[in-house]
């Protein structure tokens, strides 16, 4: 699958043969050939030509738009998909609240996992990170998941677990002066804040992509409660995905200087600063994740040099090949993701009887 990325200023992308031209002016700063094209990714001012907007809609080309420090806005939605039988059975079993726990409870078994592997990573690799009492509070907590109830007991138990997670998590950055006191997100006022705030945006556009490709509704989900404008299925299937695609990368491109604090700057309370923010809505009671209470920190962006960066260490993360679970083949995390969403429409139509989310050791 090819993303494309086109972050420039004040460019338009216009249509040559079978290809597209990025331009500012008259002068092109980037070709993309359009047969090699999934996922078109555009980054503030860019416009598109009506031919250009054709094409994508005609080829199914996934297009999104966000802001420039990488705030999602939407995207060009081709045809809805005519799977409609698919969709009649999410209906039907997301009204079954039995149906709808067992696969919150699946879901939220496999990002404990992965939270749990992500510290013991850290406390193999910084054994002064004493990391011993998080990894056994997950692993505790993840014991009790199967036993809830109802909906409210899982979400609690995903709550709980963040909260000694991300404790946790602030102990595995190496680099001088790079710190991590609690997930703030509502703006993030410091580069960690900022990287996973991006991290966790640019894996929404994969999951909503792949969601929507399969032909489920992805505001229909079970671990993310239904709200207007809420994209609760596609927030479920990427839940699995947070620690081991964004926040791993953002300890290594910190731990392994591939970014630094040069990379950021002060923006200021109007940049992109958005409470309704789609990625990461939920009901921040539950989990350690909220706004910033002091309210007196000016947020943290990236600088357009340090923004490249991270999106090339991010495509390459979404490259690497891992064992796929189910399938055995060795697959690159984006397909992996794909794999798992073809999945989880299995366990909707019954042809399977539980969903397996991917963890890694």
Request: with cysteine; aromatic share 8%.
């Amino acid at each position: 699958m090819a993303v494309a990325y086109v972050l420039e200023q004040n460019t338009f992308i216009r249509m040559e043969g079978e290809r597209f031209l990025v331009q500012r002016k008259k002068d092109v700063l980037h070709t993309i050939h359009i047969f090699k094209l999934d996922q078109l990714v555009l980054f503030g001012s860019v416009s598109l030509t009506p031919p250009v907007i054709k094409r994508l809609l005609k080829e199914g080309i996934d297009t999104v738009f966000m802001s420039r420090n990488g705030r999602y806005l939407g995207r060009l939605q081709s045809p809805f998909s005519k799977n409609i039988t698919l969709r009649c059975k999410q209906y039907e079993k997301m009204s079954d609240p039995v149906f709808s726990t067992k696969m919150a409870k699946a879901i939220v078994g496999g990002k404990l996992a992965n939270m749990r592997t992500v510290l013991m990573r850290i406390n193999r690799n910084r054994k002064e990170a004493r990391l011993d009492d998080n990894i056994l509070g997950i692993k505790k907590i993840a014991e009790k998941v199967p036993a809830a109830d109802d909906l409210d007991a899982v979400r609690g138990y995903e709550g709980k677990a963040s909260a000694v997670y991300f404790e946790g998590f602030s102990r595995g950055f190496l680099a001088e002066g790079v710190t991590f006191k609690k997930r703030i997100r509502r703006p993030p006022t410091d580069p960690v804040n900022a990287l996973l705030s991006l991290g966790y945006t640019l894996l929404f556009n994969s999951v909503m992509g792949a969601v929507s490709l399969v032909g489920f509704d992805p505001y229909l989900g079970a671990l993310h409660s239904v709200d207007y404008g809420r994209p609760s299925l596609a927030l479920d299937l990427m839940e699995e995905w947070r620690p081991l695609i964004v926040d791993t990368l953002v300890l290594s491109v910190f731990n392994m200087k591939t970014l630094t604090l040069d990379d950021f700057e002060k923006g200021n309370t109007t940049d992109d600063v958005d409470i309704h923010d789609v990625v990461n809505e939920k009901d921040d009671s539950n989990t350690n994740e909220g706004n910033d209470q002091e309210g007196s920190s000016l947020p943290i962006k990236l600088t357009n040099s340090g923004f490249r960066k991270f999106i090339l260490q991010f495509e390459r993360k979404m490259s690497q090949k891992v064992k796929h679970h189910i399938t055995g083949q060795q697959l690159s995390y984006r397909d992996c993701i794909r794999e798992q969403i073809r999945q989880y429409a299995r366990v909707i139509r019954d042809e399977e009887d539980r969903y397996q989310p991917i963890t890694s050791r």
